[in-house]
């Protein structure tokens, strides 16, 4: 089996599946092998549950309240078949009122061992820049068998000006531990996607924690000044932008 150098090459700048070679019209065993390792992985991904017990216990330094939600999916299986469910708080569910502040969502989305990674360190790193930019930061939302758009109900029950969802990204095949974040100034329920604004690839191979947290921090800012965030708000933050 003999890889051209040029397709070898390609490997240093992608966790893509590129010039894998072949023997006669199949992939070599190796190959196929790897891609049924990495579908499995990422199958597990999917069904991974957040553990709130140790979430609850990196989060306590920031000093904000912390509140536990189920949406009305209630388990894993309902949240994947009913996505509709995964986006709606119970009717009985109860949240502090702080009117005016940041809500700040932790939510398992479609893959809670990426959550799991990613929020503590970047909720570290923008919970003090809110404060010093003015934001009222918190509550703190750990949200379970959650959708992005549970952020706009709890946004709603908490009177928040805005609200920020970390949530777990569906996994690939070369990624298990991605994480999300959605901005959605003035969120309230019906709330739709082209209201926010979306930070993807948040994890050690891609977007890192301060790097995510300074531009969710500009676009908050920037969205302060508009009065919106989504198709409005375009992300032109500057390339020497920093955390205050």
Same mark, same amino acid.
């Given at each position: 089996?003999?890889?051209?150098?040029?397709?070898?090459?390609?490997?240093?700048?992608?966790?893509? /599946?590129?010039?894998?070679?072949?023997?006669?019209?199949?992939?070599?065993?190796?190959?196929?092998?790897?891609? #049924?390792?990495?579908?499995?992985?990422?199958?597990?991904?999917?069904?991974?549950?957040?553990?709130?017990?140790?979430?609850?216990?990196?989060?306590?330094?920031?000093?904000?309240? =912390? /509140?536990?939600?189920?949406? #009305?999916?209630?388990?894993?299986?309902?949240?994947?078949?009913?996505?509709?469910?995964?986006?709606?708080?119970?009717?009985?569910?109860?949240?502090?009122?702080?009117?005016?502040?940041?809500?700040?969502?932790?939510?398992?989305?479609?893959?809670?061992?990426?959550? #799991? *990674? *990613?929020?503590?360190?970047?909720?570290?790193?923008?919970?003090?820049?809110?404060?010093?930019?003015?934001?009222?930061?918190?509550? =703190? =939302?750990?949200?379970? #068998?959650?959708?992005?758009?549970?952020?706009?109900?709890?946004?709603?029950?908490?009177?928040?000006?805005?609200?920020?969802?970390?949530?777990?990204?569906?996994?690939?095949?070369?990624?298990?531990?991605?994480?999300?974040?959605?901005?959605?100034?003035?969120?309230?329920?019906?709330?739709?996607?082209?209201?926010?604004?979306?930070?993807?690839? =948040?994890?050690?191979?891609?977007?890192?924690?301060?790097?995510?947290?300074?531009?969710?921090?500009?676009?908050?800012?920037?969205?302060?000044?508009?009065?919106?965030?989504?198709?409005?708000?375009?992300?032109?933050?500057?390339?020497?932008? *920093?955390?205050?």
């Amino acid at each position: 089996m003999n890889t051209p150098s040029k397709w070898r090459d390609l490997r240093r700048f992608t966790d893509a /599946r590129v010039a894998l070679g072949r023997v006669g019209n199949a992939l070599p065993t190796a190959a196929h092998l790897d891609f #049924q390792e990495a579908h499995a992985r990422a199958r597990d991904a999917v069904w991974s549950n957040l553990d709130t017990a140790k979430l609850e216990a990196e989060l306590t330094p920031l000093g904000l309240p =912390i /509140r536990r939600v189920t949406s #009305q999916a209630e388990e894993r299986r309902r949240y994947l078949l009913r996505p509709d469910l995964g986006r709606k708080l119970p009717e009985e569910s109860v949240l502090p009122k702080a009117k005016g502040c940041i809500a700040l969502v932790v939510a398992d989305g479609l893959c809670a061992s990426g959550v #799991q *990674q *990613q929020a503590p360190a970047l909720l570290a790193a923008l919970v003090p820049a809110l404060g010093k930019a003015g934001f009222t930061p918190g509550p =703190i =939302i750990v949200a379970e #068998q959650a959708r992005v758009a549970l952020g706009d109900d709890i946004a709603e029950a908490m009177e928040a000006a805005a609200v920020v969802v970390l949530v777990g990204e569906r996994p690939g095949l070369s990624a298990t531990d991605s994480m999300g974040l959605y901005l959605t100034w003035a969120a309230r329920r019906g709330s739709n996607d082209a209201m926010r604004n979306c930070i993807s690839n =948040i994890r050690a191979g891609g977007l890192g924690a301060d790097a995510a947290a300074a531009k969710a921090l500009w676009l908050l800012v920037e969205a302060r000044k508009l009065g919106a965030t989504g198709v409005a708000l375009k992300d032109e933050m500057p390339s020497h932008y *920093q955390l205050t």
